[in-house]
């Protein structure tokens, strides 16, 4: 295939298809499938590494659609306009009162335009190409991009995690003023608190951000998402790893979250990422609203400290009701050095599962215990459930979030497998991971479909 390829991307049967049906990519098509349905839009490339079963198709209401080629029964091209695949640049410019900032890519599209004729998400990463999708940063910082990998963040792991600390610090030690980091939102939490233990003390801020709508869509906040990270990275005082991302499901404000104690909490809201266990750092718009003090301050003489130890035999178990000892046998055998328990209620697991749990520990595997509840803490001195974990050698970890727990145990593990010296340093805080009590007015759930919710999302939905 060519660059000038009509079938960009298609392969396989899907390519014989439209081959068959005599139609292009960029072409618009009336498709009809074997139900007898209707579906007219263009047809959009696809990624070389997707499947060959599907078409996909860019609806007249602005909504993607794969239709399997085997159900296809007539496909008629109506009209054909290709699409341009670039954002035209343009110099991004440069004002030396601005704040210096990097925008570090890990993958996805971090910002585009929307060609409406095809219906292609055109992708934006360097300077001038965003400066043409989205021309308020130029307002807000001198800006360089460098893109480190592109993954999907499902397939980030140790490799990119080292990089992306490395590539950190390399920008702070060239006197950068901020950094941003473009991320997929569904493991952006983990890279988060991966980041926040590899890259201690940092003297600027480090700002992830992501989108939980494309571009082409009118919904979509990855504009916004990224101009308050631009701000937040540039001006904002809090020199840690945080995410920012929406606050509210409208686009009044982005909160800026510690990036240890923050969690993915709804698969297509763009409100979200919430904090858990804490309250949130700051909130972001056309200036800043700070929610706490606590926070470790943006100070250039401060020195970085990188440490990419990391041991990836680790991992979390969440309990649930008979489950079975040969689940902690298997880890074991399979060479795992680490496991994170997600318990219920204060920290608790059944009793058939204590033989493997000692035989973990006695084998030298370092047992911890969060719980699912997320909010709370492990509090296994209650029950005696809890007390006879703990004098099987599981150790709780207060109010850690399971998946932080999981990079936490994965980071000390890859400096130590001295087991006390691992349980030590699993319970001593190094980035806000646990806090000393939860606030008082964190922890709220409007249960829909009360009187009381109701009368309150009335008067403040918009």
């Not at 991307?9 to 098509?29: N, P, Q």
């Amino acid at each position: 295939m060519t660059a000038s390829d009509p079938l960009k991307g298609y392969k396989g049967r899907a390519r014989a298809r439209l081959e068959a049906f005599g139609v292009r990519v960029w072409s618009d098509v009336r498709a009809i499938n074997d139900a007898g349905s209707t579906f007219e839009g263009v047809i959009l490339p696809r990624s070389e590494t997707l499947d060959d079963q599907h078409v996909v198709i860019k609806l007249k209401t602005g909504y993607n659609v794969g239709l399997h080629v085997e159900r296809l029964r007539t496909m008629v091209e109506l009209g054909y306009k290709e699409a341009v695949y670039k954002i035209p640049e343009q110099a991004f410019p440069s004002r030396p009162e601005l704040p210096r900032v990097t925008l570090l890519g890990t993958g996805g599209t971090i910002a585009s335009r929307l060609d409406y004729r095809t219906g292609a998400v055109i992708p934006a990463f360097t300077p001038g190409e965003l400066y043409g999708a989205v021309p308020e940063l130029a307002d807000l910082a001198n800006l360089t991009t460098k893109k480190l990998f592109g993954v999907f963040s499902e397939n980030m792991a140790k490799d990119q995690y080292v990089a992306l600390a490395e590539a950190v610090v390399r920008e702070i030690e060239e006197g950068v003023d901020g950094i941003v980091i473009g991320h997929g939102t569904d493991t952006m939490g983990h890279t988060a608190a991966i980041l926040s233990f590899m890259v201690q003390d940092p003297p600027v801020p480090i700002v992830m951000v992501g989108s939980q709508r494309s571009s082409d869509r009118p919904s979509s906040d990855a504009a916004l998402n990224l101009i308050h990270a631009v701000r937040a990275a540039g001006s904002g005082q809090i020199a840690e790893v945080q995410i920012c991302m929406f606050g509210p499901t409208s686009d009044q404000y982005a909160l800026l979250h510690r990036g240890t104690r923050c969690r993915k909490m709804h698969s297509s809201y763009r409100s979200t990422f919430r904090t858990v266990g804490d309250t949130p750092l700051a909130m972001v718009g056309d200036d800043f609203t700070w929610l706490t003090d606590d926070y470790r301050r943006r100070d250039r003489s401060r020195l970085p400290r990188l440490d990419t130890a990391y041991d990836d035999r680790t991992t979390i178990l969440y309990y649930y009701p008979g489950m079975k000892p040969d689940l902690v046998d298997a880890l074991v055998e399979r060479g795992y050095r680490g496991i994170v328990i997600a318990g219920t209620g204060l920290g608790h697991v059944n009793k058939p599962l204590y033989p493997a749990l000692q035989r973990a520990v006695a084998a030298g595997v370092h047992v911890v215990m969060t719980v699912q509840t997320l909010w709370g803490y492990a509090q296994m001195y209650v029950y005696d459930t809890g007390r006879d974990l703990m004098d099987l050698g599981v150790v709780p970890l207060d109010n850690m979030l399971p998946e932080t727990a999981l990079m936490k145990l994965s980071w000390v593990l890859g400096r130590t497998d001295d087991h006390d010296e691992v349980l030590r340093r699993m319970r001593e805080p190094v980035a806000g991971e646990i806090t000393e009590r939860e606030p008082h007015n964190g922890y709220l759930i409007l249960q829909g479909g009360l009187p009381e919710t109701e009368e309150f999302v009335s008067s403040h939905w918009k």
